[in-house]
C-alpha cells in the first residue's frame, strides 16, 4: 500500500461514543498514545485504557465550561505541520509541539439538539461546535501526514488497515477520509445556517426558541450526509440513495428491527402511512392506514390496533396485498397475529413488543420500522421541497388541521351527530389521498372507517365514481370528503347516487350556489371547510 503513515498519537474527542472503545483499543494494539478530552477521557479511562488528557498536552486547562479546550496551537502545530517540511519541523521542536497523526472526531448534535420540540435557544446555540469543525478541517487539509475519523462507520475499516500494516495507513486512505470529513463540516455549517436563518429572533437563556414560520429561507442548503445506497430508486434502471437531514427523526431515521432492505419505494409509502396515522392522537385512538402508490387503500382507528386494522383492511383487502401500514401506537402480539395472515411489505410503529416481533420473525422479509414521533410543533416551521428542471420548489408542508367549530354547514339540512364525526375523519383521510381525490367513510361503534376511495382522477366525478367502485362495504349512509371544490352539481351528484348521506368540502367555487342546490335537492348535508388539500406528488 503506498503512501503508510505510522500514528503514533491519536486525538479522540466525540460526541456519539458508538465503538469509540473498541476503536481506541485497536489504537493501543499499535502503542499509539490517546489523547482526549473531557467526558471521551473518562469513557476510555472507565473502560481500563490509558489516556492523556488534552490539558497535559497543552499546558493550558480547559476552560469556560469546555469551550476552549483543543483551540491551542499546540493541537493545531501538532496536527497541520508538515512532516516533510523542514521549517514546519523545526518550528514544531522549537515550540515543543507533538504531532497528532489521527483525530477522531464527531460533532455536537445540533440539529438533533435544534429540532427537539421547545428546544431552548441557549441549548441551540451551545451545541454549535467550535473546536470539533476547527480540527476536522485542519486534520483534513493536512490528509498527507494526518488522518481524520468523522465517522463511525469508518472504524472497522481502519482498525483493519492499520492491523495489516503494522500501525500504518495508505495515502488512499487518508484522502477517502478527507473528502468525508469536509463534507461533514459543509453540512454541519449549513445546519446551522439554516436553523438560525428560521429563528425569529433571540430569546433569553431557557427560553424557547421563536421561529419565523412566515419566512421563506433566503437559500436552500441541502448538504445531507448519506446514509445508504438503495438498490435502485421507484425502477431499476434508476439509481438511488437516502440521506439524513440530522435530526434524528422520521422515516430515515426509523430503527429497522428486520427484513431485508428498504427499497426507494418502500420508503416513500412508509412516510405517507407515518404522515396519514400521525394525524390521529395516540392516547384517543388506535389507528392504521394501508397504503398502496402512496395512497391509502385502507384507513381506520379503533380501540385497539387489532381492532383498527380488521376496520382498515376491510376497505380493500385485494388492494391491501404487498402494501406497507402505519400505525400510531405500540403493535401488541394480538394485533401482530392477524397483521401476519396477509403479505406486506413493511410496518412501521413507535414500537412493538417482543412477542409482537417474535410473531413477525417468521416472515423474514417483512421489515419491522420503529418511528420516533414527528409531529412538529406548531411554532416550527415546517417545509417540502419538490425538485423541478433546472431549481426547486418548496412550500410549507400541509399541515392544515379543521375542527368541528371550523366548519360552515351550506346546506339546509344538518349533519347528524354521527355524520359529523364520520366528515372529520373522512376528511383527515382525504388530505393523504392523490387529487383529484374522495374518499366515503363511516362511523361505526365510535370509530372511522374508509369504505370507499378514489385517488389520483383527472376528474372529480370520476373519482367520485371510482371509489364507489371499489367500495366492498355498503355504502348507504356513508359520508364523502372531496379534497377540493365541486365546480359543478355533477360531482355531488355521483356521490349522492353512490348511498352517501353527508359532504364535506372546502367551498369557493363559482358555481358554490348551484352545488348547494343539488345537495338540498336531494336531501344531502354539506360543511364548507374553507381550506383545500390538493396532493399533487
Given at each position: 500500500?503506498?503512501?503508510?503513515?505510522?500514528?503514533?498519537?491519536?486525538?479522540?474527542?466525540?460526541?456519539?461514543?458508538?465503538?469509540?472503545?473498541?476503536?481506541?483499543?485497536?489504537?493501543?494494539?499499535?502503542?499509539?498514545?490517546?489523547?482526549?478530552?473531557?467526558?471521551?477521557?473518562?469513557?476510555?479511562?472507565?473502560?481500563?485504557?490509558?489516556?492523556?488528557?488534552?490539558?497535559?498536552?497543552?499546558?493550558?486547562?480547559?476552560?469556560?465550561?469546555?469551550?476552549?479546550?483543543?483551540?491551542?496551537?499546540?493541537?493545531?502545530?501538532?496536527?497541520?505541520?508538515?512532516?516533510?517540511?523542514?521549517?514546519?519541523?523545526?518550528?514544531?521542536?522549537?515550540?515543543?509541539?507533538?504531532?497528532?497523526?489521527?483525530?477522531?472526531?464527531?460533532?455536537?448534535?445540533?440539529?438533533?439538539?435544534?429540532?427537539?420540540?421547545?428546544?431552548?435557544?441557549?441549548?441551540?446555540?451551545?451545541?454549535?461546535?467550535?473546536?470539533?469543525?476547527?480540527?476536522?478541517?485542519?486534520?483534513?487539509?493536512?490528509?498527507?501526514?494526518?488522518?481524520?475519523?468523522?465517522?463511525?462507520?469508518?472504524?472497522?475499516?481502519?482498525?483493519?488497515?492499520?492491523?495489516?500494516?503494522?500501525?500504518?495507513?495508505?495515502?488512499?486512505?487518508?484522502?477517502?477520509?478527507?473528502?468525508?470529513?469536509?463534507?461533514?463540516?459543509?453540512?454541519?455549517?449549513?445546519?446551522?445556517?439554516?436553523?438560525?436563518?428560521?429563528?425569529?429572533?433571540?430569546?433569553?437563556?431557557?427560553?424557547?426558541?421563536?421561529?419565523?414560520?412566515?419566512?421563506?429561507?433566503?437559500?436552500?442548503?441541502?448538504?445531507?450526509?448519506?446514509?445508504?445506497?438503495?438498490?435502485?430508486?421507484?425502477?431499476?434502471?434508476?439509481?438511488?440513495?437516502?440521506?439524513?437531514?440530522?435530526?434524528?427523526?422520521?422515516?430515515?431515521?426509523?430503527?429497522?428491527?428486520?427484513?431485508?432492505?428498504?427499497?426507494?419505494?418502500?420508503?416513500?409509502?412508509?412516510?405517507?402511512?407515518?404522515?396519514?396515522?400521525?394525524?390521529?392522537?395516540?392516547?384517543?385512538?388506535?389507528?392504521?392506514?394501508?397504503?398502496?402508490?402512496?395512497?391509502?387503500?385502507?384507513?381506520?382507528?379503533?380501540?385497539?390496533?387489532?381492532?383498527?386494522?380488521?376496520?382498515?383492511?376491510?376497505?380493500?383487502?385485494?388492494?391491501?396485498?404487498?402494501?406497507?401500514?402505519?400505525?400510531?401506537?405500540?403493535?401488541?402480539?394480538?394485533?401482530?397475529?392477524?397483521?401476519?395472515?396477509?403479505?406486506?411489505?413493511?410496518?412501521?410503529?413507535?414500537?412493538?413488543?417482543?412477542?409482537?416481533?417474535?410473531?413477525?420473525?417468521?416472515?423474514?422479509?417483512?421489515?419491522?420500522?420503529?418511528?420516533?414521533?414527528?409531529?412538529?410543533?406548531?411554532?416550527?416551521?415546517?417545509?417540502?421541497?419538490?425538485?423541478?428542471?433546472?431549481?426547486?420548489?418548496?412550500?410549507?408542508?400541509?399541515?392544515?388541521?379543521?375542527?368541528?367549530?371550523?366548519?360552515?354547514?351550506?346546506?339546509?339540512?344538518?349533519?347528524?351527530?354521527?355524520?359529523?364525526?364520520?366528515?372529520?375523519?373522512?376528511?383527515?383521510?382525504?388530505?393523504?389521498?392523490?387529487?383529484?381525490?374522495?374518499?366515503?367513510?363511516?362511523?361505526?361503534?365510535?370509530?372511522?372507517?374508509?369504505?370507499?376511495?378514489?385517488?389520483?382522477?383527472?376528474?372529480?366525478?370520476?373519482?367520485?365514481?371510482?371509489?364507489?367502485?371499489?367500495?366492498?362495504?355498503?355504502?348507504?349512509?356513508?359520508?364523502?370528503?372531496?379534497?377540493?371544490?365541486?365546480?359543478?352539481?355533477?360531482?355531488?351528484?355521483?356521490?349522492?347516487?353512490?348511498?352517501?348521506?353527508?359532504?364535506?368540502?372546502?367551498?369557493?367555487?363559482?358555481?358554490?350556489?348551484?352545488?348547494i342546490e343539488a345537495a338540498d335537492r336531494l336531501g344531502i348535508a354539506m360543511v364548507f371547510t374553507g381550506i383545500r388539500h390538493f396532493r399533487h406528488g
Amino acid at each position: 500500500m503506498s503512501g503508510l503513515r505510522r500514528v503514533r498519537r491519536a486525538l479522540l474527542s466525540v460526541t456519539d461514543k458508538t465503538g469509540l472503545v473498541e476503536f481506541a483499543r485497536a489504537l493501543a494494539k499499535h502503542e499509539v498514545e490517546l489523547v482526549s478530552t473531557g467526558g471521551t477521557a473518562r469513557a476510555l479511562r472507565e473502560a481500563g485504557l490509558t489516556v492523556r488528557d488534552i490539558s497535559d498536552l497543552t499546558g493550558f486547562p480547559e476552560m469556560l465550561d469546555g469551550r476552549v479546550k483543543t483551540l491551542h496551537p499546540k493541537v493545531h502545530g501538532g496536527i497541520l505541520h508538515i512532516r516533510g517540511n523542514a521549517e514546519h519541523v523545526a518550528a514544531v521542536r522549537e515550540h515543543a509541539i507533538e504531532p497528532i497523526d489521527m483525530v477522531v472526531v464527531n460533532l455536537y448534535a445540533f440539529e438533533k439538539t435544534a429540532s427537539k420540540t421547545g428546544a431552548a435557544f441557549s441549548d441551540i446555540i451551545e451545541n454549535i461546535d467550535i473546536g470539533g469543525p476547527s480540527m476536522v478541517r485542519s486534520a483534513a487539509k493536512n490528509f498527507e501526514d494526518v488522518a481524520i475519523v468523522t465517522s463511525v462507520g469508518d472504524y472497522a475499516g481502519i482498525a483493519e488497515e492499520l492491523a495489516a500494516n503494522a500501525g500504518s495507513l495508505g495515502r488512499a486512505t487518508r484522502w477517502r477520509l478527507a473528502k468525508a470529513a469536509f463534507a461533514v463540516t459543509a453540512a454541519y455549517d449549513a445546519g446551522i445556517a439554516t436553523t438560525l436563518e428560521s429563528i425569529a429572533e433571540p430569546a433569553a437563556h431557557g427560553e424557547a426558541a421563536v421561529f419565523d414560520v412566515e419566512a421563506m429561507p433566503q437559500a436552500v442548503r441541502v448538504i445531507d450526509p448519506l446514509k445508504t445506497v438503495l438498490r435502485y430508486g421507484e425502477n431499476p434502471h434508476q439509481k438511488a440513495a437516502l440521506y439524513l437531514d440530522g435530526s434524528g427523526r422520521g422515516v430515515a431515521s426509523a430503527k429497522q428491527l428486520q427484513g431485508k432492505e428498504l427499497s426507494y419505494n418502500n420508503l416513500v409509502d412508509l412516510d405517507a402511512c407515518w404522515e396519514l396515522v400521525g394525524e390521529f392522537d395516540a392516547t384517543e385512538d388506535a389507528a392504521v392506514a394501508i397504503i398502496k402508490h402512496t395512497n391509502p387503500c385502507g384507513a381506520a382507528t379503533g380501540v385497539s390496533v387489532l381492532d383498527a386494522y380488521k376496520r382498515a383492511l376491510e376497505c380493500d383487502p385485494v388492494s391491501a396485498f404487498g402494501s406497507v401500514i402505519g400505525i400510531n401506537r405500540e403493535v401488541d402480539a394480538e394485533a401482530a397475529e392477524e397483521i401476519a395472515k396477509l403479505f406486506v411489505e413493511a410496518i412501521i410503529a413507535p414500537s412493538f413488543t417482543a412477542e409482537a416481533v417474535a410473531r413477525f420473525a417468521a416472515k423474514k422479509n417483512l421489515r419491522l420500522l420503529e418511528i420516533a414521533d414527528i409531529r412538529a410543533d406548531a411554532g416550527r416551521p415546517v417545509r417540502a421541497l419538490k425538485q423541478v428542471s433546472g431549481g426547486f420548489l418548496m412550500q410549507d408542508a400541509d399541515r392544515g388541521r379543521i375542527r368541528e367549530a371550523d366548519l360552515n354547514v351550506a346546506t339546509k339540512r344538518k349533519p347528524t351527530a354521527e355524520e359529523m364525526r364520520a366528515l372529520l375523519f373522512s376528511w383527515i383521510v382525504c388530505k393523504h389521498v392523490k387529487s383529484n381525490a374522495i374518499v366515503y367513510s363511516r362511523y361505526d361503534q365510535g370509530h372511522g372507517q374508509t369504505v370507499g376511495i378514489g385517488a389520483g382522477q383527472m376528474s372529480r366525478v370520476d373519482a367520485a365514481r371510482f371509489g364507489a367502485m371499489k367500495a366492498i362495504l355498503p355504502l348507504e349512509g356513508t359520508v364523502a370528503a372531496s379534497d377540493a371544490f365541486f365546480p359543478f352539481p355533477d360531482g355531488l351528484e355521483a356521490v349522492a347516487n353512490a348511498g352517501a348521506t353527508a359532504i364535506i368540502q372546502p367551498g369557493g367555487s363559482v358555481r358554490d350556489a348551484e352545488v348547494i342546490e343539488a345537495a338540498d335537492r336531494l336531501g344531502i348535508a354539506m360543511v364548507f371547510t374553507g381550506i383545500r388539500h390538493f396532493r399533487h406528488g
